[in-house]
């Protein structure tokens, strides 16, 4: 292997890695400011907890010193929500401005919850569908998502009959005139991605 000299006009080693530590240095605190996970201190708006799902609150409250003192203040009761007693309970709840969100029983009711006290704020269960009845995952609810559209809280969730519900995040209520409707020219490249690849 032969070794080739460096140019007379090319930049020395030394002078570039000085280059990438001042710009490092003088970038990251700019960097890590524009990796704002948009969840104020104290809420978890994603089943991880942030955008990136990283499962982590900088809360202090609790701690390795009062963990031994802490006791149950109330117990939200979410196996009643079905025809059946629902023992797989796989949901996340979300806590977003004051409420703890979450799905609940085979149907996956959607629960707005007062965390100070337990109490229901509201619920949302969706009516009886064929689609329900041949639902093959119909208790597998992970939890709601938590967006803010045109400044108010909205809470989305899946149900069981594969159907998309926004609800305002206070009220409960189903949002009218979002989304837009599938067309048919929708369904047309729907199918064709369907369709089996010959070779």
Not at 4 to 22: G, K, L
Not at 23 to 37: E, H, K, M, N, W
Not at 101 to 109: H, I, K, M
Request: charged content about 20%; some cysteine.
């Amino acid at each position: 292997m032969q070794i080739q000299p460096r140019a007379a006009d090319a930049p020395h080693p030394f002078f570039i890695s000085c280059v990438f530590a001042v710009a490092f240095f003088v970038g990251a605190p700019l960097f890590s400011d524009a990796q704002d996970r948009n969840n104020p201190d104290g809420e978890w708006r994603y089943i991880g907890g942030d955008a990136w799902h990283t499962r982590y609150s900088p809360l202090v409250q609790i701690d390795a010193s009062n963990f031994e003192d802490l006791e149950v203040d109330w117990v939200w009761r979410g196996d009643n929500f079905g025809p059946s007693v629902d023992y797989l309970f796989r949901s996340t709840p979300i806590y977003v401005d004051g409420l703890l969100y979450t799905v609940a029983g085979q149907r996956r009711t959607v629960a707005a919850i007062d965390p100070g006290t337990g109490e229901t704020i509201w619920t949302y269960r969706e009516p009886n569908t064929t689609r329900y009845e041949r639902g093959m995952r119909n208790n597998y609810g992970k939890g709601v998502a938590y967006a803010e559209v045109d400044g108010r809280g909205v809470i989305f969730t899946s149900s069981p009959a594969f159907f998309l519900h926004a609800f305002d995040a206070k009220t409960g209520r189903h949002l009218k005139n979002w989304g837009q409707t599938a067309n048919k020219y929708h369904y047309k490249w729907f199918l064709i991605l369907l369709q089996p690849i010959t070779l």
